[in-house]
């Protein structure tokens, strides 16, 4: 398998401080990592999770929106759920497992209720649903009006599962019959956890671009991992970008996003001579698929100048109410949502592809799954719909956890593969400069090559740290991502091709990327996505 290959293996043997052993081994702590632990030692396995960060440096924690999920009663369905999915996802969904997954989510919530989860209730004592981009009802739920992610992570982190903080996952071990354990690093030295099954819930690849949603840990972890590992990569071009990220100049990093909820109860986007960023492009207006607005904006951006547009969200009662944390983060730069006008801008949001996987989080590796951002289960597509995160990380993530438990639970493995990888690392800033001009919202053949040839040139190295590990996720998955970007001669879901601007209906087909034998990445072209 490509973790024994050549590129990847030193010549002598790296000294191992500390070992351990579990049944099942959950590589993240957000929520599809701490869900799918909890349906797995619900089932009797020892679970150990591991997480370079803390508790709550994870997505999750920072998801504003909600969880889409299917209102009981006429006004709603999963056909209509379904519908909007594939909409959004610009032909590309995998129809069964969107329905598969979608007909998941009132289960889902049900259980996370009754962990002591509480989500907001309207007037009636019913839970209150919103509505947000792409989709055709008020289908959202959402907790602490704006604060859903938290809610979620204190709800599963309140169950008790072990977790080892701190600790980097540096290579999942294989052999001829699958997983064998995982090598980790953290303030003990190198360790290996023996183990037949690995979960990857590492969460996105946002640190590609220099402004990005996501936390500083989103580094492509869990692609570099599966990669190396003999799993197949898909849909890796399809990052979305949220239109509406708070602005400041020269800022990069982590930023607050201003959720799309907020359009949602009215809120409008204009430009800086106060004209309407949406009229006439889509029927949604400022509720279109996020790639519909985040184009928009950047169109209106390059006509004018700017850097950024404005939302206006002057005219709605009961703003600190209902967006608290919208309005914190606004009040940390001396906006006053009811008097100022918002900047915002499109920014590196989440990535729509990932570890190829079934509804269930198996990959094609034995005892090798992935659940949450980090996956891809055919529920996204070339364009997440609006909330549908939070459902595919409680759906999948519950039954990866009880796949785990039914088919390699309890069987015993060694590994004497031990060494620390050795792989090519690109300077980190450089990278995010070459991926920030040449791979967001608007691409094109020749930004794509200047990519693509900056990212080969990094120079190999010997992973010894956490940040080198990061490094080295971060040019692995770059590599792939704009390999399959320069493939993809078209504009599709939240991919755009400037020099290619309409879709092609011959490449409504997902891209896989492998490693081959020699440590590099290969793409190919699977069947046609189901109709729908």
């Known amino acids: 398998m490509p973790s024994g290959v050549g590129a990847g293996r030193a010549e002598r043997r790296d000294t191992i401080r500390w070992e351990a052993r579990a049944d099942l081994v959950v590589v993240g702590g957000g929520v599809a990592g701490l869900t799918a632990a909890r349906a797995a030692s619900r089932r009797g396995l020892r679970v150990l999770t591991v997480s370079k960060g803390g508790p709550t440096d994870t997505a999750t924690q920072y998801a504003q929106g909600g969880i889409a999920v299917v209102a009981p009663g006429p006004a709603d369905s999963v056909d209509s759920h379904v519908a909007d999915t594939c909409a959004a996802g610009a032909g ?135 990669l190396h590992a003999g799993a197949a990569v898909a849909d890796l071009e399809f990052v979305q970008f949220h239109p509406t990220v708070l602005f400041a100049a020269g800022s990069v990093g982590r930023r607050p996003l201003v959720s799309e909820a907020v359009r949602g109860e009215g809120a409008r986007l204009v430009d800086s001579a106060g004209r309407p960023v949406t009229a006439g492009v889509h029927p949604l207006g400022d509720l279109a698929p996020r790639d519909v607005v985040s184009r928009a904006i950047a169109t209106r951006l390059a006509e004018l100048g700017d850097d950024h547009v404005l939302l206006d969200a002057r005219h709605l009662d009961g703003f600190a109410r209902r967006f608290p944390t919208v309005t914190a983060s606004l009040a940390q730069v001396g906006l006053d949502p009811a ?93 995010q400069q070459l991926m920030t001009r040449h791979a967001s919202v608007v691409r094109d053949a020749a930004g794509l090559a200047v990519a693509g040839a900056g990212l080969t040139a990094a120079p190999t190295g010997r992973c010894t740290d956490a940040a080198a590990l990061e490094d080295a996720a971060l040019t692995v998955a770059a590599r792939a991502l704009t390999l399959a970007a320069g493939a993809r001669t078209e504009s599709r879901g939240c991919h755009t091709r400037d020099d290619h601007p309409e879709s092609d209906p011959a490449q409504r087909r997902s891209l896989e990327t492998r490693l081959d034998a020699d440590g590099e990445i290969t793409l190919r072209t699977p069947q046609l996505t189901g109709a729908h």
């Open 339 to 431: 008097r100022d006008l918002i900047p915002v801008a499109p920014a590196a949001h989440y990535s729509c592809g990932g570890v190829v996987t079934d509804v269930c989080g198996r990959t094609g590796v034995p005892g090798l799954y992935a659940a949450g951002e980090v996956a891809r289960t055919g529920l996204h597509g070339g364009n997440r719909l609006a909330s549908n995160s939070l459902l595919e990380g409680l759906v999948v993530g519950e039954r990866a956890g009880l796949a785990a438990a039914e088919e390699r639970g309890g069987l015993r493995v060694e590994t004497a593969d031990a060494d620390l990888p050795v792989r090519p690392r690109a300077d980190r800033a450089a990278l």
């Open 92 to 226: 590309l969904c995998d129809e069964t497992a969107v329905r598969s997954i979608v007909s998941g989510g009132q289960d889902a919530v049900a259980a996370l209720t009754d962990l002591g989860a509480v989500f907001d209730r309207g007037r009636d004592g019913g839970i209150a649903r919103t509505r947000e981009g792409g989709h055709s009802t008020r289908r959202i739920i959402h907790a602490g009006g704006d604060a859903t992610g938290a809610e979620i992570q204190r709800a599963l982190g309140a169950a008790g599962l072990p977790v080892l903080f701190g600790a980097a996952a540096a290579r999942v071990l294989t052999d001829a019959r699958g997983v064998t354990g995982l090598l980790v690093l953290d303030d003990r030295g190198l360790g290996v956890v023996h183990t037949p099954a690995v979960l990857l819930a590492t969460g996105g690849l946002g640190q590609l671009y220099a402004c990005s949603t996501n936390p500083p840990g989103a580094t492509a972890d869990g692609i570099a991992l599966a």
